[in-house]
């Protein structure tokens, strides 16, 4: 059985950081390219960033760029995102999300977490 589980949310002031982490299993992980992606009840699912099998590629929406991490473990089977000089808007549902080979900013994974919950505000 595949399964997803995001930890790491909570809230956050303006500025400050958070480590999300996405505990894999029931797949080939190190063969799966993840990804994060956020959602809030105004924005349809937004893409944050993705990284390949072995890390060595990696891809960030503009808004992510500079502040955001994408990371993995494959021993752990543990996709990871750091997050550091949040901003209010940066509040939402961050889900982790798995494919075999799609890696871009679309929501055509395969399979998808349930979400840990990140508001930032003072």
């Known amino acids: 059985q595949v399964q997803l589980v995001e930890s790491g949310g909570g809230l956050v002031q303006p500025g400050g950081s958070l480590r999300l982490s996405c505990a894999a299993s029931g797949f080939d992980f190190s063969n799966y390219v993840l990804a994060w992606f956020r959602q809030t009840p105004e924005k349809e699912r937004e893409f944050v960033a993705s990284i390949y099998y072995t890390a060595e590629s990696t891809y960030y929406a503009d808004f992510a760029k500079g502040r955001f991490t994408i990371s993995r473990d494959n021993a752990k089977n543990t996709v990871y995102l750091q997050m550091n000089s949040l901003k209010p808007e940066d509040t939402a549902v961050y889900r982790c999300?798995?494919?075999?080979?799609?890696?871009?900013?679309?929501?055509?994974?395969?399979?998808w977490g349930q979400g840990t919950r990140v508001a930032v505000s003072s």
């Open positions: 999300a798995a494919d075999p080979q799609y890696m871009g900013n679309m929501d055509y994974y395969n399979y």
